[in-house]
Structure formats: C-alpha cells, structure tokens
C-alpha cells in the first residue's frame, strides 16, 4: 500500500484480555516504531525494529507489552492481560531515511 | 537521555497571522536531528520540517521555518500566514543520538494550536 496501515483502528476489550495490533509497514521501510499516546499526550516510544537487527525494546513499559516482527513486513504487538491504564492510541510508524511516517493509529479501550 | 519540552499547551493565533511554537531539548551528543509533526483532531501524524544539527542554515518547507538556536537548545517551529486549517496539535521531536538514520524520535508534549477567523 501507499502508507502506513494498522489494524483494527478501533479496538474495545475487558480488562484482563489479550490484544493484538497490526501494523503493514510502507514497502521497503526497514525501520518500524511502535508508539503509545495516551488521551492529550505525547507519543511514548515502545519499540523500535531495524532491519534483522535486535529490536531496541527499551520503552515497553511492562513483560505484558511484546512485539515482534518478520524481516521487513509486518509487525504485531501483542498487550496480555490488559488493563484500563493501557488505553490509548498505538501508533505504528515506519522510515528508511530517518523522517518516520505514520500509521493512522489502532485506539484500544479497555474496559 | 533526551528530553524535549513544549511549554506551551496552547496558541491561538489570528488567521493569517504568524506564530511561533516553542521547543527546546537536552541532549548531549553533539550530532542529532530535530523534526516538527502535525497531528489534525483526525489522529494522522503530518511530518512537517527537519534539521540537522550540523546544518548551517535554519530548515524551511513552504510556510513552515524553524528558528534553529544551538547555543540555546531551542529549535522553534514559525508558521507564516496562518490558515484555518493548521489547527492542530503540533510536536517537537529529536532524534535519539548516536543513532543512523531511521532511529526513534523522542517527541515532546505537543502544543494545541487554534487559528482563529
């Protein structure tokens, strides 16, 4: 596709239960973000994916929080156990030259 | 570690007026790169302006300028002629350093910015 595509762009769970987001990088992007942004916030980085390198895991804020990501194609990250304090709008972003191009974002609410 | 500050939550501007977004950083490495975004109520996230911090000349993309100060640590987001539709939240961003091209942003708290008609 032309951008960033993330999916579902809305999701609403039970606390307790495990997410899934998507996220489909721009063709031939080999690096990939996972952003947080909580409700009036800033963006809180979680993850960072470069190429076959180990993934700069740095800002997830807990072991419920994972990510993964095959080669230079999709990216999944993976909540378990949610709680209400995880929602928030997950953004996923991709680059090859440094300026970062955004996905439209996955909002989850956890109820 | 980085650190970016907005200290201004909100602007309000007149249409076609100027107005000036504050941002400064703290980093301690001497080469990192500096990115304005937009981000509309509609949630998308709109790369503005970059600069370098070896650039010699301050960046600018049409209406958009940033008033790059190094001494200061300050690197000032200018929109010119202000149009209705630039209200939107915009955030400053630095990029983490020591990094190659494509590492992560450390983006600040961002600025509600109305343009008034």
């Known amino acids: 596709g032309a951008g960033v595509s993330q999916s579902p762009s809305n999701k609403v769970t039970e606390k307790g239960k495990d997410v899934e987001l998507r996220c489909d990088p721009i063709?031939?992007?080999?690096?990939l973000y996972w952003y947080r942004q909580r409700l009036g916030q800033g963006l809180e980085f979680l993850i960072y994916?470069?190429?076959?390198?180990?993934?700069?895991k740095s800002g997830l804020p807990s072991d419920r929080f994972s990510a993964e990501r095959t080669g230079e194609s999709v990216s999944t990250l993976t909540i378990q156990r949610t709680q209400q304090e995880d929602s928030a709008v997950y953004l996923c972003?991709?680059?090859?030259?440094?300026?970062?191009?955004f996905g439209e974002g996955s909002r989850l609410t956890v109820l | 570690a980085q650190k970016i500050t907005q200290t201004q939550p909100g602007m309000f501007v007149q249409e076609k007026e100027a107005v000036t977004l504050d941002c400064t950083y703290d980093?301690?490495?001497?080469?990192?790169?500096l990115f304005w975004y937009k981000q509309p109520s509609s949630g998308e996230m709109i790369f503005l302006i970059y600069?370098?911090?070896?650039?010699?000349q301050n960046a600018t993309e049409g209406r958009y300028s940033l008033n790059f100060q190094k001494a200061r640590k300050s690197a000032n987001l200018v929109i010119s002629a202000s149009q209705l539709g630039d209200s939107a939240m915009y955030f400053c961003?630095?990029?983490?350093?020591?990094?190659?091209?494509?590492?992560?942003?450390?983006f600040g708290e961002g600025t509600q910015l109305t343009v008034n008609p």
């Open positions: 980093t301690s490495d001497p080469s990192y790169g």
């Open positions: 972003a991709s680059s090859y030259t440094g300026e970062l191009f």
């Open positions: 063709s031939g992007h080999t690096a």
């Open positions: 994916f470069q190429g076959n390198s180990a993934p700069d």
């Open positions: 600069q370098g911090s070896y650039d010699q």
């Open positions: 961003a630095m990029r983490a350093p020591g990094e190659t091209s494509g590492s992560r942003l450390t």
